[in-house]
T-cell receptor, first 110, second 113 residues
Framework: QKEVEQNSGPLSVPEGAIASLNCTYS??????FFWYRQYSGKSPELIMF????GDKEDGRFTAQLNKASQYVSLLIRDSQPSDSATYLC??????????FGKGNQVVVIP | EAGVAQSPRYKIIEKRQSVAFWCNPI?????LYWYQQILGQGPKLLIQ????????DSQLPKDRFSAERLKGVDSTLKIQPAKLEDSAVYLC???????????FGPGTRLTVT
């Protein structure tokens, strides 16, 4: 069973602050990881992927991967009200398949 | 490019009834997925097709759920008979062959009463 854990409760951050989300995964064989954003009542959309140890930056988003600790994180800098959503972490485990975590809700307070 | 289409968007049925959902993937996408997303949880893969063959259906409750993808394009997912715990959003997604990014449709919200 491929497990992806996202255990934090809803995260409230003031506008302009940094939101930090964490995710752990069980399968050491997983090589690639994805962050999806899901607005309430909408379908998930891909915002970041990472497959190498270290940091990957894309605009206000930074993904971090530590394969030794089986840990993935997402930082959202200069948080905006439009970033209020649920963020899903997913691990790739071959044949185009993804295992998703339950998600972390982010609320950006103006 | 047109996105993944799903219908219906909403469905309310009574337990023990049957229901079917339809999905039309992005043109050219060989791989099609059906996910179940229960409120407050992440999507759970039910079945994955590559063209019209099944790649993974290990989490599909085969006693009540069935799916097909005729001619490697459209797909239908059926539940018969439905249970209360089947209340969820059913998401269809598609991707290019051997490519990681999955594009999701708007989903069908099923309520079983």
């Amino acid at each position: 069973q491929k497990e992806v854990e996202q255990n934090s409760g809803p995260l409230s951050v003031p506008e302009g602050a940094i939101a930090s989300l964490n995710c752990t995964y069980s399968d050491r064989g997983s090589q690639s990881f994805f962050w999806y954003r899901q607005y309430s009542g909408k379908s998930p959309e891909l915002i970041m992927f990472i497959y190498s140890n270290g940091d990957k930056e894309d605009g206000r988003f930074t993904a971090q991967l530590n394969k030794a600790s089986q840990y993935v994180s997402l930082l959202i800098r200069d948080s905006q009200p439009s970033d209020s959503a649920t963020y899903l972490c997913a691990a790739y485990y071959g044949n185009n398949r993804l295992a998703f975590g339950k998600g972390n809700q982010v609320v950006v307070i103006p | 490019e047109a996105g993944v289409a799903q219908s219906p968007r909403y469905k309310i049925i009574e337990k023990r009834q049957s229901v079917a959902f339809w999905c039309n993937p992005i043109s050219g996408h060989a791989t099609l997925y059906w996910y179940q997303q229960i409120l407050g949880q992440g999507p759970k893969l039910l079945i994955q097709f590559q063209n019209n063959g099944v790649v993974d259906d290990s989490q599909l409750p085969k006693d009540r759920f069935s799916a097909e993808r005729l001619k490697g394009v459209d797909s239908t997912l059926k539940i018969q008979p439905a249970k209360l715990e089947d209340s969820a959003v059913y998401l269809c997604a598609s991707s290019w062959l051997n490519f990681y990014e999955q594009y999701f449709g708007p989903g069908t919200r099923l309520t079983v009463t």
